[in-house]
């Protein structure tokens, strides 16, 4: 294993290392999301309000169906970086080796389910008829390289754990600039509209696997990946799942949440469609810098908890935390001051770009609130409590949602635009208070357990 790639989380200074873990752990998650955003941009400039309300209005969708398969990712994670922590190489191998093949098996899954579900989901999702042919399109051609994506992402989840994030940003960066200049060709030059910007995803996702696969080959030592190794160790794959599902049925339901406010965003029409996708996107972007703290205090936490070391985590809670707040108010307060400039980027349409703003006034300035409710996830889940996070969660965030938009937004006074959006914000500071107070307890537990075997 090449050191100058890794950090040392065990010991030493914790904000410098967070940081020099976290940094290019941002930056890689805003060139993923760059593939998405020049779909959108492309398509809203030079296909029109059609073909963006069609692409936008599909990302809920994916995420529901991808969270589930993504949840198992941070599962490896956690494992790896535990069995990193305690110095357990057998163990180690075995989980690196399932959770690769188990990538390949969740992508040929989720394929199956994109092609053939797509247009079912979009009807029951009210999709308008102006738009549910180019989505369905879209749909049906982004998830044929649902294989290369759970590859890219299984492996650069296993890559973290090692505190490795500079390479996954290489990869990301190389194949970020092909889904660009793709997108530009496929749209502009070949007029494929919605199936060009599917199709560039595919070749970029693909280009981002394969590099993943070579560096994890060539690696040394223990986390070394030999395709002949490959096999599903039942052990490890039920740690995997106790993990990781538990996450990945939170990101579905809050996904399923989700889908239910863009079916309540469908029926105010194709112009507040548009502009609540753009400036969805352009969201995308604070949240990706403030999951990147989420994903550091996974890593951190797992590493500190595999090798006994409980009293540090404190200090990586409270650090996190930090981190994750300042990182919300200044993307988040930035993103809402230049939004009319940045929306414009998206559409040229004023109305397109009043909708936008309209939605980046109420999520914009409170996403710090939901960026320190997924570091309370994170710490929790490094500890190995993956089934409570998620069913607070659950209630607090998805239940309050649906409860919300089913209750107070039925109201003839309160059925407005705007009053959907504050969903986002009450939901956040319920669940972000409850995970509070489930840390505490179990943290305190933790101290009493070690002191106890310390005697």
């Known amino acids: 294993m090449k050191r100058s790639y890794t950090v ?6 914790v904000l410098s290392k967070m940081l020099m873990f976290a940094l290019p752990l941002m930056l890689s998650s805003i060139l993923q999301l760059l593939f998405n955003a020049a779909d959108i941009i492309v398509v809203g400039r030079f296909a029109g309000d059609q073909a963006l309300a069609a692409v936008g209005s599909t990302s809920s969708i994916i995420n529901l169906l991808t969270n589930i398969f993504v949840g198992l990712s941070v599962g490896a994670n956690v494992l790896t970086a535990r069995y990193l922590g305690s110095k357990e190489d057998k163990e180690l191998s075995e989980t690196i080796h399932t959770a690769m093949l188990l990538s390949i098996i969740s992508g040929v899954i989720l394929t199956v389910i994109g092609v053939v579900c797509a247009k079912q989901i979009l009807i029951w999702m009210q999709t308008p008829d102006t738009v549910l042919d180019l989505a369905v399109l879209y749909l049906r051609i982004y998830f044929a390289g649902m294989t290369a994506m759970m590859i890219y992402n299984f492996g650069s989840a296993i890559l973290r754990a090692s505190g490795d994030t500079r390479r996954p940003l290489y990869f990301l960066t190389a194949a970020g600039v092909i889904n660009i200049g793709l997108n530009l060709f496929f749209v502009i030059k070949l007029n494929l509209s919605v199936a060009g910007v599917a199709l560039a995803t595919i070749v970029s996702q693909s280009i981002s696997a394969i590099l993943i696969i070579i ?4 690696e040394q030592g223990v986390m070394k990946l030999n395709p002949k190794k490959l096999k599903i160790h039942k052990s490890k794959l039920k740690k995997i799942i106790q993990v990781g599902l538990p996450a990945g049925i939170q990101g579905s339901l809050f996904s399923l949440s989700n889908v239910v406010i863009q079916s309540s965003i469908n029926s105010f029409g194709d112009v507040v469609m548009a502009g609540n996708s753009a400036a969805a996107n352009i969201e995308g972007f604070v949240y990706a810098a403030m999951n990147s703290f989420y994903q550091t205090a996974i890593s951190f936490t797992s590493q500190n908890y595999g090798a006994g070391n409980i009293k540090r985590i404190r200090k990586i809670l409270v650090t996190a935390l930090a981190c994750v707040t300042v990182t919300g ?9 230049l939004g009319k400039y940045l929306l414009r980027i998206y559409s040229a349409n004023d109305a397109v770009i009043q909708a936008g703003i309209a939605r980046m006034g109420v999520i914009c300035v409170t996403y710090f609130l939901c960026g320190m409710m997924d570091v309370m996830v994170g710490m929790l889940r490094g500890v190995g409590c993956s089934v409570l996070p998620t ?19 039925r109201m003839e006074e309160y059925h407005t635009i705007k009053v959907l959006y504050l969903s986002y914000p009450a939901s956040w500071i319920l669940t972000l208070t409850v995970h509070i107070i489930c840390f505490t307890v179990i943290y305190k537990r933790l101290l009493k357990k070690q002191a106890l075997s310390n005697r």
Do not use: E, N
Request: charged share 10%; proline share 3%; hydrophobic share 50%.
């Open 8 to 13: 040392d989380m065990c010991s030493g200074p």
């Open 391 to 409: 069913c607070v969660s659950l209630l607090g965030a998805c239940g309050f949602r649906i409860l919300w938009i089913f209750t107070i937004f």
């Open 215 to 218: 560096c994890m080959t060539r």
């Open 329 to 337: 108010v200044f993307f988040g307060g930035g993103a809402y001051a």
